[in-house]
């Protein structure tokens, strides 16, 4: 049986040496995935920018297109308007909803119920949107037509399941001594809750609402499938008529065989791409100062 000898130098082992290379081998691919994600956003946006640069112009932001392919000039004015249009009827939808469900799992539900909820919102936050836009089809389009309710419809489904989490992560970074201050001082739970912890998570609750937003106004399928077919003019009655909008522009520009209408997909492109840019960044800094203020 050896004895250690407390003047004998420690030398590393050959099972740390394994475990120090193993370390070094997993940081390694680590650092070359995050690399490679930064690097292919980057040949995303530098392509779209390269390539839709040379339409954006101010008659491209605030004119209609022309009328049929190929035809020069014009911009995509309305599909701008309609992009906005739908999806600030699809927030109007899906942002008290998901607000409502998320409030169910913090204040009120019980563990057994609140797993089965929160699995179906994760399913749902993945689902395909194909899947959706086919849902919707069937549901407000198949024997009638498509409108732009329809298509916010789609969009609302798709933003319910990342409101309810994202606003259900930042109500448990209220703390919850502010709740039981208020329940000792005798005020009821829903007073509590709409006095205390929706303010006090209100600037989460709003990026969550900035994030499902940029993803809302990318999506393309549900809108191609219930909310594809409109004119060059711009349209606003969303109950009565399918409405323009970028990402069903961007399709059928690029499918067209004219340059003129290739080259508007990419301005479009580029258009829509800033948008959901912006959204992100304007997100993430909101949720920055949420965290910060929740933590003081």
């Not at 609750?205 to 809108?223: K, Y």
């Not at 060059?232 to 399918?242: D, L, P």
């Amino acid at each position: 049986m050896s004895t250690l000898d407390p003047a004998r130098p420690l030398t590393a082992s050959a099972n740390l040496r394994r475990r120090r290379r193993i370390d070094l081998l997993m940081r390694g691919a680590a650092t070359a995935a995050a690399v490679l994600a930064v690097a292919i956003l980057a040949i995303v946006i530098v392509s779209v920018v390269e390539k839709g640069a040379s339409q954006l112009s101010i008659p491209f932001l605030i004119d209609n297109p022309g009328v049929g392919l190929g035809t020069a000039g014009g911009g995509i004015a309305n599909a701008i308007i309609g992009s906005a249009l739908l999806v600030a009827v699809a927030t109007a939808m899906a942002l008290p909803i998901g607000v409502l469900i998320a409030i169910f799992l913090t204040e009120f539900s019980k563990p057994r119920t609140a797993r089965p909820i929160r699995l179906a919102l994760d399913l749902l936050n993945g689902m395909p949107s194909i899947v959706i836009g086919v849902f919707v089809f069937g549901l407000l389009v198949a024997g009638h037509q498509e409108t732009g309710f329809a298509g916010s419809f789609a969009l609302a489904i798709i933003m319910v399941p990342l409101l309810a989490r994202t606003t259900q992560e930042m109500l448990l970074l209220v703390p919850r001594e502010l709740r039981d201050a208020a329940h000792a001082l005798g005020v009821s739970r829903w007073r509590t809750i709409v006095g205390i912890v929706l303010p006090g998570a209100l600037g989460g609750i709003l990026t969550g609402a900035v994030l499902a937003i940029a993803r809302a106004a990318g999506e393309s399928a549900p809108l191609i499938l219930v909310c594809g077919i409109f004119g060059t003019g711009t349209t606003v009655n969303v109950f009565g008529t399918a409405i323009p909008n970028i990402p069903v522009d961007i399709f059928g520009y690029s499918e067209s065989p004219f340059p003129a209408d290739r080259a508007r997909a990419w301005g479009a492109a580029l258009v829509l791409i800033a948008f959901i840019l912006v959204g992100n960044l304007t997100a993430r800094a909101m949720l920055a100062r949420q965290r910060r203020i929740l933590s003081r």
